[in-house]
């Protein structure tokens, strides 16, 4: 567990062209569920189920998962450093449903080895900003060892991804929140 502070400015895109900025990104969805289904493990249904709600804002907006699968990073809850299932599962779960067989063509990173789990402080959220920012997506720190239940995923050794446009953050609080 670590501990961490963070900011964001959301604003309309009114209001920002009013400021005369350049926004980072545009918010183009975002579910808040909970699940109530255990203190510390996550629900696999209830995060697929948030995960295809999620992409169904998204694909209002014109968009195909499928097109976007090659543009999109994910950063995710879990550290996917040892295997043992968990918040893993379920996410590679909810991300397979979403994508199918574009699922290895999503960049999956994760930086709570670096960070410590910051209990809410959202220090993900801005990494994922200055990813899409900058085009350099970090590592997933401490991998060295697939797990084979997992399936083949594009993860993270850091450095830079220029094709990455879209974001796709999951925040698991507990009980699925």
Same mark, same amino acid.
């Given at each position: #567990? =670590?501990?961490g502070? *963070?900011? $964001?400015?959301?604003e309309s895109? /009114?209001s920002?062209?009013e400021?005369g900025?350049?926004?980072?990104?545009?918010?183009? =969805?975002?579910v808040i569920?909970n699940? *109530?289904?255990h203190?510390?493990?996550l +629900?696999?249904e209830?995060?697929?189920g948030?995960? @295809?709600t $999620?992409m169904?804002?998204?694909e *209002?907006?014109?968009?195909n998962r499928h097109?976007?699968?090659?543009?999109?990073?994910?950063?995710?809850? !879990?550290t996917?450093?040892?295997?043992?299932g968990?918040?893993?599962?379920a !996410? %590679?779960? *909810? $991300?397979? !449903?979403?994508?199918g067989d +574009?699922? +290895?063509k999503?960049v %999956?990173?994760n930086? @709570?080895?670096f960070? &410590?789990?910051?209990m809410g402080a &959202?220090i993900? +959220?801005?990494?994922?900003? @200055?990813?899409? /920012?900058t085009g350099?997506?970090p590592?997933?720190?401490?991998h060295k /060892? #697939?797990d084979p239940?997992? &399936?083949n995923l594009?993860l993270? @050794?850091g &450095?830079?991804?220029?094709?990455?446009?879209y974001?796709?953050?999951?925040a698991a609080g507990?009980?699925?929140q």
């Amino acid at each position: #567990v =670590g501990t961490g502070a *963070a900011a $964001l400015v959301v604003e309309s895109a /009114e209001s920002a062209r009013e400021r005369g900025i350049r926004p980072i990104a545009q918010v183009l =969805g975002t579910v808040i569920a909970n699940s *109530a289904f255990h203190g510390t493990r996550l +629900d696999v249904e209830h995060i697929t189920g948030a995960a @295809k709600t $999620l992409m169904a804002e998204v694909e *209002a907006w014109g968009m195909n998962r499928h097109q976007v699968a090659s543009e999109m990073m994910f950063m995710s809850h !879990e550290t996917y450093t040892p295997a043992r299932g968990g918040s893993a599962a379920a !996410e %590679i779960n *909810a $991300l397979r !449903e979403v994508f199918g067989d +574009d699922i +290895d063509k999503v960049v %999956i990173t994760n930086t @709570k080895g670096f960070t &410590g789990h910051a209990m809410g402080a &959202g220090i993900e +959220d801005v990494v994922a900003l @200055k990813a899409l /920012e900058t085009g350099i997506i970090p590592p997933v720190p401490n991998h060295k /060892e #697939v797990d084979p239940d997992l &399936g083949n995923l594009n993860l993270s @050794k850091g &450095g830079p991804h220029p094709n990455v446009r879209y974001a796709w953050r999951l925040a698991a609080g507990f009980g699925s929140q």
